[in-house]
């Protein structure tokens, strides 16, 4: 078989593929047009986020019988089309479940003890003891909305915390485990003191997270997301930030990154919400903050971000909750062996 890969990953991906009797070849910079004029020559694709895959890039796809995305999920892949050809799809939110399993346990963490805030005091000069009094994880009830692998994850890390309870939601039922007792969405809303999201991107997830969800909350909590950030509505998120509804945030994810989670805004998001020329984030001034001039950042920047930025009960993280040196290496494997068991 013949596979193209678009992405740079763990090199043993390409090692394992070989070893098996794949030719395997690498384009990491071809635009999607020009990865489309060839795709039709290969068997299998690796990708992690760089373009979508959709349906009239499959239509061009007329020999593929895989794809494998180096991550939890498959929203940048249409996957009814994909299905519909018979094509193998292999994502790996095995492989770095643990890596956000610690990463959101630590943002918890680190909002409920200020760290953030009291490391930037102290290196300014500034002692301030009552102002950086923690609170202590035991005795609170944490709510985990969608439990599959990340969910579960999650909630092992919270055995020897002597939380009250882990409760858990999901669309699909009995997905609860001695980790978490599933439960209805009025009970979570009812319960809850903390919120961490584990879902995946889909119609129904997209702006999940807005006023009247989180007004429906009976006592104030803490969110957390490190699953996608278009779940949360920005501003909804502000709002209730300043009226103290939601005490904290963790965000490893924000609703303005760009499909492929290596940029922070799409042009998209910047001329809609300030008329700007489409300069996106992570281009041009190189060690500027954001990417442009200090003195465009309050043109650039959405005002909910501006927010966010300045905030000290939020925390902010780069998409990276699953992006450790372990979970690298654990996605490579996961996708070659459920490649290996699909194919040899």
């Known amino acids: 078989m013949k596979v193209l890969h ?43 986020s760089r373009f979508s895959l959709d349906a009239f890039f499959l239509e061009k796809a007329t020999n593929l019988k895989f794809i494998g995305r180096l991550g939890a999920g498959l929203e940048n892949i249409d996957v009814d089309c994909a299905k519909s050809k018979g094509i193998f799809l292999a994502a790996a939110p095995e492989g770095n479940r643990n890596a956000v399993g610690e990463h959101t346990l630590g943002m918890l963490l680190s909002l409920f003890n200020n760290l953030n805030k009291a490391d930037n005091e102290v290196r300014s000069g500034k002692w301030d003891r009552e102002g950086n009094r923690g609170i202590e994880l035991e005795g609170k009830i944490v709510g985990i909305i969608g439990y599959g692998n990340m969910g579960k994850a ?43 999201l584990h879902v995946p991107q889909t119609p129904l997830t997209t702006g999940m997270v807005n006023t009247g969800f989180i007004n429906a909350f009976e006592k104030q909590f803490w969110l957390l997301n490190t699953a996608r950030g278009k779940c949360v509505v920005t501003e909804d998120l502000v709002a209730a930030l300043k009226s103290k509804k939601i005490l904290g945030a963790g965000l490893d994810v924000l609703e ?61 993280s780069p998409h990276v909750a699953g992006w450790t040196v372990e979970s690298k290496i654990k996605l490579a494997q996961t996708v070659v062996d459920k490649i290996k068991a699909e194919f040899c």
Do not use: W
Not at 9 to 29: K, M, R, S, V, W
Not at 180 to 189: C, D, H, S, T
């Open 6 to 48: 678009l992405d740079t990953n763990h090199p043993l991906i390409i090692e394992e593929l070989t070893a098996i009797g794949f030719q395997n070849d690498e384009d990491y910079t071809s635009t999607k047009e020009e990865v489309m004029a060839k795709i039709h020559a290969y068997d299998g694709i690796i990708i992690r």
């Open 154 to 196: 999650f909630a092992k890390k919270l055995r020897g915390f002597d939380v009250n309870e882990v409760i858990c939601y999901d669309i699909k039922g009995g997905v609860g485990n001695d980790g978490a007792r599933q439960v209805g969405i009025m009970e979570l809303q009812q319960k809850s003191d903390i919120i961490s």
């Open 256 to 316: 303005y990154e760009k499909a492929s989670f290596e940029e922070m805004f799409t042009s998209t998001a910047l001329s809609d919400r300030t008329g700007a020329s489409g300069t996106e984030l992570g281009q041009g001034a190189g060690a500027e903050p954001f990417g442009f001039a200090q003195d465009r950042r309050s043109q650039s920047m959405p005002e909910a971000f501006q927010y966010l930025v300045q905030a000290e009960n939020v925390l902010l």
